[in-house]
């Protein structure tokens, strides 16, 4: 079966960096778009990355471009996400999510989160 495992998460300074990766199984990386959100406590699940299948073409929100960077290596069934000049407000659990067809579609699976949490 499909599961995504999130890790690289932990406790940073503000201005400091963290390298997220999302293990993937049970299906064929190659062929899927895959997204990161984060969740912050008291608000909703937000995306905030996508990277395609197709170009390994990348989307950010606003509130990450230029500081976060997503990958993906689909010989090794991983997809990463480079953070840096981490923020407070950066606080959250980071999820991965895998989508049916291209960035934007449809969300099929879930993993499970990596708490991130940035404070001096």
């Known amino acids: 079966q499909v599961q995504l495992v999130e890790s690289g998460g932990g406790s940073v300074q503000p201005g400091g960096s963290l390298r997220l990766s999302c293990t993937a199984s049970?299906?064929?990386?190659?062929?899927?778009?895959m997204a990161w959100f984060r969740q912050a406590p008291g608000k909703a699940r937000e995306e905030i990355s996508c990277?395609?299948?197709?170009?390994?073409?990348?989307e950010y929100k606003d509130s990450v471009k230029g500081r976060f960077t997503a990958s993906r290596d689909n010989t090794k069934n991983m997809v990463y996400l480079r953070m840096n000049n981490l923020k407070p407000e950066d606080t959250a659990v980071y999820y991965c999510?895998?989508?049916?067809?291209?960035?934007?579609?449809?969300?099929?699976?879930w993993g499970r989160g990596t708490q991130v949490t940035v404070s001096s």
């Open positions: 999510a895998k989508y049916f067809g291209g960035c934007g579609g449809q969300l099929e699976d």
């Open positions: 049970g299906f064929a990386l190659e062929y899927y778009a």
């Open positions: 990277i395609s299948s197709i170009d390994d073409s990348t």
